[in-house]
Structures are given as C-alpha cells and as structure tokens.
Nanobody, 124 residues
C-alpha cells in the first residue's frame, strides 16, 4: 500500500521561506514521477513542480526561480523548498506520485497516489 505523508506547512510572512517534505512508503521515490500540487478553496489542484526519476525538475511559471523540488532517495522523501513566498502562494500543498518515467509535469489526473495535504498560509 502506497502512503505519502506531507509535513512542513505553516504560516509565514511574505518573503519568508518554508520547506515541505513528503515521506513515501510502499513506493520508491526514484521509481517514477513525483510532484507537488497546490489547491485553494473552490478551485482545482494546480501543478507546482515535478521531478522525474533522473532528478530533472519542472516548475510552473509562478514557482520557477523561487521554489526548488528535490528528492532524497536514501530517505525516500520528496521536498519542496519555497523561498520569497507571496500571499498568492497560500493554499493546501499535496505531494503526488505515479508510475510514469517521463512527462512528469502534468495535471492531477495523471497522478495516482496522493498525500493528505499540508496547509501553507502566507501573510502580507
């Protein structure tokens, strides 16, 4: 059984930083695509960043230059380092995984396994 558990969310002031973690069990983080999504109330989940099994990242326009997605294969953990946070980054962040090995930067329907989400709130 695949389980993804996020942590690291919280409340920060604008320009602050947070690092989200996603610990996987029943799934090897180096075996396929992994990604972070964000959701705000009343809207669908948007792709923030993805990483393939070769550690190649891709980012949304809003995330590039400020966020960094990475993976520690030994710890079976995915990370999202978020810098220069803006109020528009507020939302629930979800970690997700699938069995693909290419084209990881996709919408939520391409992902099979999901965490429970962690809330990020950025105050102006």
């Amino acid at each position: 059984q695949v389980k993804l558990v996020e942590s690291g969310g919280g409340s920060v002031q604008a320009e602050g930083s947070l690092t989200l973690s996603c610990v996987a069990s029943g799934y090897s983080v180096d075996s396929g695509c992994m990604a972070w999504f964000v959701q705000v109330p009343g809207k669908g989940r948007d792709t923030v960043a993805s990483i393939n099994k070769w550690h190649t990242p891709q980012y949304s326009d809003a995330a590039k230059d400020r966020f960094n997605i990475s993976r520690d294969d030994a710890k079976n953990t995915l990370y999202l380092q978020m810098n220069s946070l803006e109020p528009g980054d507020t939302g629930t962040y979800y970690c997700a995984a699938n069995r693909y090995t290419y084209s990881c930067y996709r919408g939520p329907s391409a992902y099979t396994f999901w965490g429970q989400g962690t809330q990020v709130t950025v105050a102006s």
